[in-house]
C-alpha cells in the first residue's frame, strides 16, 4: 500500500480547478461535469458537487408516455436524475472505469446499466428487447442515443471494442456488451451445448449475434446478480 504525508496525497488526488470540458475525467472512475445549465445522469451516481445546483429524479412523463410505457415494460432498473444549475458535478458508479463519448451526428446503443450521463442535446430512446425477455431473467434494456454532445458510459475494467465486418458476425454475451453502433440490430440466439460444455446451473446459454458493419464493445465481466435483474 502506498504511503502519502497529508501534502502529497492532496497533491495527488485533489480535483483540477482549471476550467475544462462540459466532461472531464477527473480520474478514470471519476467523472467532472462543469456544469452551466443540465444534465442527465444515472439516479444515484452523484457522489460530490459544488456550486447551485438542484436535482431532481426523472418525472413519469418527463419524456414522453411513449417513453414512459416502455420502461414500465422493460422494468427498468437504471432511472434517470436531472441535475440543474451551474457548479462542478462529480458522478460515479461503483467504481466502474467510465469512457467519455463524443457524438457528431452519430448512433450508439448502450446497455441500459452502463449509461453514466449525457449532454442534454442528445436524444435518446429505450429499446426493449423483447426476443430476449422470455429468455433472461429480468429481461433486457437499452438505451438508444443520437445527435451531438458528449456521452459517459462505463465498464467494467477495461473495455475492448470489436469491428464488426459484414459477413464476419460478432457473437458476445450480453452480459458482458457495453454498447454497440446503433445501426446494428442484434440477434439473440440459445446454445445448449455451450451451456451442457461449461456446466451453466440452469436455462440455455444466451448469446448476441451482430452482423454488417460496426462495432460493438464489451467488458471482461458478466454484469449479473443472485436477483435476476441484470447489473444492479
Not at 461535469?33 to 445546483?53: C, E, F, R
Not at 473495455?159 to 450480453?174: A, E, K, S, Y
Request: without cysteine; proline residues 3%.
Amino acid at each position: 500500500m502506498s504511503k502519502y504525508s497529508i501534502e502529497q496525497f492532496i497533491r495527488e488526488t485533489k480535483q483540477d480547478d482549471a476550467e475544462n470540458e462540459y466532461f472531464e475525467l477527473e480520474t478514470p472512475r471519476i467523472l467532472e461535469v462543469n456544469l452551466t445549465d443540465q444534465v442527465w445522469a444515472k439516479a444515484g451516481s452523484m457522489i460530490s458537487y459544488n456550486g447551485q445546483i438542484k436535482f431532481e429524479r426523472e418525472g413519469f412523463l418527463e419524456h414522453g408516455v411513449g417513453r414512459f410505457v416502455k420502461k414500465a415494460m422493460s422494468g427498468e432498473g437504471s432511472s434517470l436524475m436531472k441535475a440543474t444549475g451551474r457548479g462542478s458535478l462529480y458522478l460515479a458508479d461503483q467504481g466502474k472505469k467510465i469512457t467519455i463519448l463524443e457524438l457528431n451526428n452519430e448512433e450508439i446503443t448502450v446497455n441500459g446499466n452502463d449509461l453514466l450521463a449525457f449532454e442534454p442535446g442528445v436524444d435518446w430512446d429505450i429499446q426493449l428487447m423483447k426476443k430476449v425477455a422470455g429468455m433472461m431473467s429480468g429481461g433486457l434494456f437499452n438505451v438508444k442515443l443520437q445527435g451531438r454532445g458528449k456521452v459517459a458510459i462505463t465498464s467494467h475494467y477495461e473495455p475492448l471494442t470489436i469491428m464488426v465486418r459484414p459477413g464476419q458476425p460478432v457473437i458476445t454475451d450480453p452480459n458482458a456488451t457495453v454498447a454497440w453502433s446503433g445501426h446494428l440490430q442484434p440477434e439473440f440466439r440459445t446454445d445448449i451445448s455451450f451451456k451442457t460444455l461449461i456446466g451453466r446451473g440452469s436455462g440455455e446459454s444466451i448469446q448476441m449475434e451482430f452482423n454488417g458493419d460496426g462495432f460493438v464493445i464489451v467488458q471482461p465481466f458478466e454484469e449479473i446478480n443472485t436477483s435476476g435483474e441484470r447489473g444492479k
